[in-house]
Structures are given as structure tokens and as C-alpha cells.
Nanobody, 115 residues
Framework: QVQLVESGGGLVQPGGSLRLSCAASGSIFSINAMRWYRQAAGTERELVASILSGGIIYYTHSVKGRFTISRDNAKNTVYLQMNSLKPDDTAVYYC?????????WGQGTQVTVSS
């Protein structure tokens, strides 16, 4: 069993920054990838950023240059630094970890960008 706990969400004004964290605990043997997804009200969940065990990083087009994903392997933690936030970034952000053929999900953290 693996648990993912997200933190760092909140309310921020447009142009502001937030840093999300996702800590994995439990029966961790090998995490192949860690990802951040988001889901805005009335929309489907979308992949925001991912980092593979080999260090390969992916960003969806809308966040390139503004968001940075990083990973601390010693702490089994992945971060998402979000800068220059826009109202369109408002969503529930979910952490995802892939081990073998199994996906694990966090409970989600709300990010609201509003003046």
C-alpha cells in the first residue's frame, strides 16, 4: 500500500506563486514516474507535468516556462513550483505515482487563482 499526501495549495492572486508538495510513503520499492494532474470544475483531469525515474521531464504546453517539477528521491517527494499563476490555473491538483503497473493517487489540493 502506498499513500500520497499533497500540500501547498491555496488562494493566490494572478501573477503569484505556489509550491505544491507530494510525499509518498508506504510500500515503496521503485517509483517509475511521478506526475501532477489537475482538474478544473466541469472539465476532465489533465496531465500538467511529469518526471520519470531517469529524469525525463514533461510539461503541458500551457504551463511551460511557468511551472517547474522536481523530485527528491531520498524523501520520495515531488514538487511543483508554480509561478506567474493565471486564473485558468485554478483547479484541484492531484499527485500521481506509478510503480510497476499500478497508479497511486493523492487526495488532491485546491489551487485558486483570483483577485
Amino acid at each position: 500500500q502506498v499513500q500520497l499526501v499533497e500540500s501547498g495549495g491555496g488562494l493566490v492572486q494572478p501573477g503569484g506563486s505556489l509550491r505544491l508538495s507530494c510525499a509518498a510513503s508506504g510500500s515503496i520499492f521503485s517509483i517509475n514516474a511521478m506526475r501532477w494532474y489537475r482538474q478544473a470544475a466541469g472539465t476532465e483531469r489533465e496531465l500538467v507535468a511529469s518526471i520519470l525515474s531517469g529524469g525525463i521531464i514533461y510539461y503541458t504546453h500551457s504551463v511551460k516556462g511557468r511551472f517547474t517539477i522536481s523530485r527528491d528521491n531520498a524523501k520520495n517527494t515531488v514538487y511543483l513550483q508554480m509561478n506567474s499563476l493565471k486564473p485558468d490555473d485554478t483547479a484541484v491538483y492531484y499527485c500521481n505515482a506509478v510503480m510497476g503497473k499500478t497508479d497511486y493517487w493523492g487526495q488532491g489540493t485546491q489551487v485558486t487563482v483570483s483577485s
